[in-house]
DNA sequence: AATTTTGCCTAACACATGTTAGGTTATGTC
DNA sequence: GACATAACCTAACATGTGTTAGGCAAAATT
């Protein structure tokens, strides 16, 4: 069928575009540079697509329907707090590492986006950001975390998580899980209630 | 004296420059931008400046100056791992939320610099890293700190003090001290070697 | 008072940018 | 075999880009 070549070579596309707005910033990298990688001519694109802002929209509202709906499963799905914080940043490694070009521009290039796509595409990171609030607080609960500020402790856990992004290779030495489970540990290990017994602890 | 003026007159451009170029990114950003912004025309840009670039290295390579400084404090002068820490996350937030647009800069838009300032910015930023590594190395052979991955723990830590940049206001209700200490708090958290005593702990 | 320096100006250049119009060719469908 | 469609092309456009050349007025220096 001619619609999936269509869509095929649209996917391929897209994909081409984030690696070079991943390398180059978005606003750096122009329609020219993107079809020569493609192997075709700048006009050539616009059979394709609408406009050089249209691909930056795709990219980006993409990925953030992705963390959208995991974010809502783990809030759905599971029980005890802890556990649904480890989920959920085994979910988010897993968007990252299994998407790195278009994390990147989701992360760094939405800045680009003008407005009404800009103001939308901040709802969704704070929505987001609420589902892992909404964790913290269900953990505060269950007296299983430490008191902390909630807007504080879900800044810094998306911190973490989202800067994977700046070093991990896909063939690296280390597995998704393997990441997921060091950070976890690590935030865990910050937000856990602890009795004061940690060696050196002064109060 | 005229070379006063002169320099604040440059520092006045490269301050504004870092302004722009944390709100739209370097590339987004025109000559005639900055220097409208400044109340003069894109040409008399020239007189104070080489090049466009030229500003971008500035504004790198004095933050990347910055943190080289206190970073060789740190490991020079205080004794204890912990303390070092301590101290390094404490300069890393003072550095931070003092020169907000410049560190932005520093943080995103530094891809931009073309060879050879590109390599040689990137040195300064290992050099900081293996500054962090160092103290961790420190922690743990004083059995201070947990085992952990040194490259993996130290750029944990990296992103979350960066990670400020992406939400500190200056007029924010939180003090520059209070971030570093529950920064600090949280990090140290993860690394500080415990007995098995938490709740809710699971090997 | 004469001269230099500073800080800006206008005008223009060569080139890169996103995008459009209209045409061509290969592929698959009726 | 006629036809539709997908995927690309060449040519060109209007505008934006970083930058240079040369000049002018005010301030600082001699």
């Known amino acids: ?17 984030a690696k070079l707005f991943k390398q180059r910033g ?20 616009y059979h394709h697509i609408k ?5 930056l929209e795709t990219i980006c509202f993409d990925l953030a329907s ?11 799905i599971y029980f005890n707090a802890e556990e649904k914080l480890r989920t959920a940043i085994k979910n988010h490694v897993q ?21 009404p796509k800009l103001s939308e595409f901040m709802k969704l990171r704070d929505a987001y950001e609420k589902g892992i609030r909404v964790i913290l607080k269900d953990g505060m ?31 690296g030495k280390m597995s998704t899980e393997e990441i ?3 950070l976890s540990d690590f935030i865990l290990g910050g937000l856990r209630k602890k009795m004061v017994t940690d060696i050196n602890y002064k109060p």
Chains 1, 2 share one sequence.
Do not use: C
């Not at 992705?66 to 759905?76: L, P």
């Not at 968007?95 to 407005?115: C, D, G």
């Open 66 to 76: 992705k963390f959208s709906i995991v974010i809502a499963e783990v809030n759905d």
């Open 180 to 182: 997921a489970q060091n």
């Open 51 to 55: 406009s050089k802002e249209e691909i």
């Open 1 to 17: 069928m001619s619609e999936l070549l269509t869509t095929n070579r649209k996917e391929q596309l897209l994909e081409v575009a």
């Open 95 to 115: 968007i990252i590492t299994q998407n790195t070009n278009q994390s990147a521009v989701f992360l760094h290039e939405w800045r680009n986006l003008s407005e």
């Open 26 to 45: 978005y606003a750096a990298t122009s329609m020219r540079d993107l079809a020569a990688e493609l192997g075709i001519e700048a006009a050539s694109l």
């Open 141 to 171: 609960n269950e007296d299983v975390f430490d008191d902390v500020d909630e807007k504080f402790a879900s800044l810094t856990i998306l911190s973490t998580v989202n800067w994977i992004n700046e070093w991990y290779k896909p063939n």
